[in-house]
Each structure stands twice: as structure tokens, then as C-alpha cells.
């Protein structure tokens, strides 16, 4: 656990009303965004949490461990305005999926620090920094 990957995430409040047929989800879009520093777990399913308007523009900072399986577990709140507001977080983020950190050629664990920004911007619910 050496190294602590920030991933920056727009998490898009009630933007996950139908879209077309054709068009992409919220969590493809920041999937196919998001491009990883070398050898840092990257998301390989996503999951947002439902949450309501009164929220947005607040951001829950959160930390986290993936293993070398790409499961993230030891979850920690490092800021948040709203203690439900964070346990809706977490939960979502306990949902997604990593390809986990490789170091020489070998998966391992990593720290993870996820800002997580509460948007109700349907068009760019995600970004990757």
C-alpha cells in the first residue's frame, strides 16, 4: 500500500433517468473517459448513488483499499458535510469494480483517495482528473 491513487468522480444526482437506446450511460462514459496514472487501480464498473438535489456541490472525500483482486474494501470518510450523504457514497463505491495496481508485473493492494463531487449535470456526470 505504498502509493495513493486519486480518482476525481462527478457523481451525476438524478441524471440516470432513461436515455436513448443509443446512447451511453453515465458510468460507460466515465469508463471510457478515465485513463489512470500507471501501475493505479482503475475502475472497471461503476456504480452512482442516488441521492437528492439538496446536495449538490458538496463533495464526500473518501479512502479505500483495492486489493489485488480489484475489490475495494477498509473504507474510511475523510470529509464529508452530511453523514448520510457519505454512507450513500460509500455504498455506491463499495459496488464498483477495479482492475488493481500493478507493480512489476504483479497485481497489488493500493490506497485509494476518492473525491467524489455531487452534480446534477445529466451531460458530464463524470470526469477523470
Known amino acids: ?58 463533495t464526500v472525500e473518501i479512502e479505500f483499499v483495492v486489493d489485488p483482486t480489484g475489490k475495494p474494501s477498509d473504507f474510511s470518510v475523510k470529509s464529508a458535510s452530511d453523514h448520510t450523504l457519505a454512507e450513500l457514497v460509500v455504498a455506491a463505491v463499495k459496488k464498483w469494480e477495479f482492475a488493481p495496481a500493478i507493480r512489476d508485473g504483479v497485481p497489488v493492494t493500493t490506497k485509494v483517495d476518492l473525491p467524489v463531487r455531487i452534480t446534477d449535470e445529466s451531460a458530464d456526470a463524470y470526469a477523470s482528473n
Open 1 to 58: 500500500m505504498k502509493a495513493i491513487d486519486k480518482l476525481a468522480v462527478l457523481v451525476s444526482l438524478g441524471a440516470l433517468a432513461p436515455f436513448a437506446a443509443s446512447a451511453k450511460t453515465l458510468e460507460q462514459t466515465y469508463l471510457e473517459s478515465y485513463h489512470p496514472a500507471p501501475g493505479a487501480p482503475a475502475p472497471i464498473a461503476v456504480v452512482s448513488p442516488h441521492i437528492g438535489s439538496s446536495f449538490q456541490g458538496e
